[in-house]
């Protein structure tokens, strides 16, 4: 099996949950990766999301209830970001640009109503920062928005900085289902105990390395230790009516 043949089994293997993950690396020099974050940490303007404590973009799972906020901040967020990137080769056109060879298929930014959701988060895990348990599903959690009619609803990530101890990637071998809702912590994420007898592995955040997840699968990020911040760059996308790829974050 050749390498691209290799590549398109373990895409397919995603769509059809016979998989979790898959990493491709190597999508960004590491000479690039330090450019990029060099000009997001002179960027102040951090906010928070769910589960994590400094971020740059707008997430749509910040706003499941307030949509007309959600667009008006994405096209602030977007602007900003576009700009951040302005005199750099923009790390989300380079995953676009991976993840349309992988899959054969056109991938934009999508759109509702004429306006643009969201093209992605940054986000920046610092000493003592860790993600719950926890799963992503807009099919079932977005319901107000275009894209929870979007399937096959896969993540990608593209790390930026290794950070010096911890920050890993843990995914179990096991999907959510409603029955799981029962397990749901009040704030974010579900209870430990409802991956308990679930296989798991773990990915290292590697500079320039882009994972492709199947955010289905229960997932959760490990404690970073250390001065040394875990950065990375991360958008949803599915297949849209038309069978084209769009993306939101």
């Not at 928070?48 to 994405?74: R, V």
């Not at 912590?185 to 199947?214: H, Q, W």
Request: hydrophobic share 35%; glycine share 4%; charged share 20%.
């Amino acid at each position: 099996m050749s390498l691209i043949q290799y590549i398109n089994s373990g895409f397919e293997d995603l769509l059809c949950e016979k998989t979790s993950s898959m990493i491709i690396p190597n999508v960004l020099p590491k000479s690039d990766c330090v450019a990029i974050c060099e000009k997001i940490f002179s960027n102040s303007k951090t906010t928070s999301s769910p589960g994590i404590p400094s971020t740059i973009g707008t997430s749509l799972s910040s706003h499941i209830y307030e949509k007309s906020k959600y667009f008006s901040n994405s096209k602030m967020t977007n602007s900003l970001i576009q700009n951040l990137f302005s005199d750099l080769f923009s790390p989300i056109t380079k995953m676009h640009d991976v993840i349309s060879h992988i899959s054969g298929k056109q991938i934009f930014t999508a759109s509702e109503n004429g306006m643009s959701y969201s093209d992605c988060v940054i986000r920046i895990h610092k000493d003592g920062d860790s993600v719950h348990l926890h799963r992503d599903n807009s099919n079932f959690e977005m319901p107000d928005y275009d894209v929870s009619q979007c399937k096959n609803q896969l993540s990608a990530i593209l790390y930026l900085q290794t950070p010096q101890i911890g920050g890993e990637l843990t995914l179990f071998d096991k999907k959510w289902c409603k029955e799981d809702e029962c397990m749901r912590e009040p704030e974010f994420g579900y209870r430990s105990n409802v991956v308990a007898v679930a296989t798991k592995s773990s990915i290292v955040p590697v500079a320039g390395t882009m994972v492709l997840l199947n955010p289905k699968f229960y997932h959760k990020i490990e404690s970073v230790l250390g001065t040394k911040h875990r950065v990375s760059v991360g958008f949803f996308f599915a297949e849209d009516s038309r069978n084209n790829l769009c993306a939101w974050a």
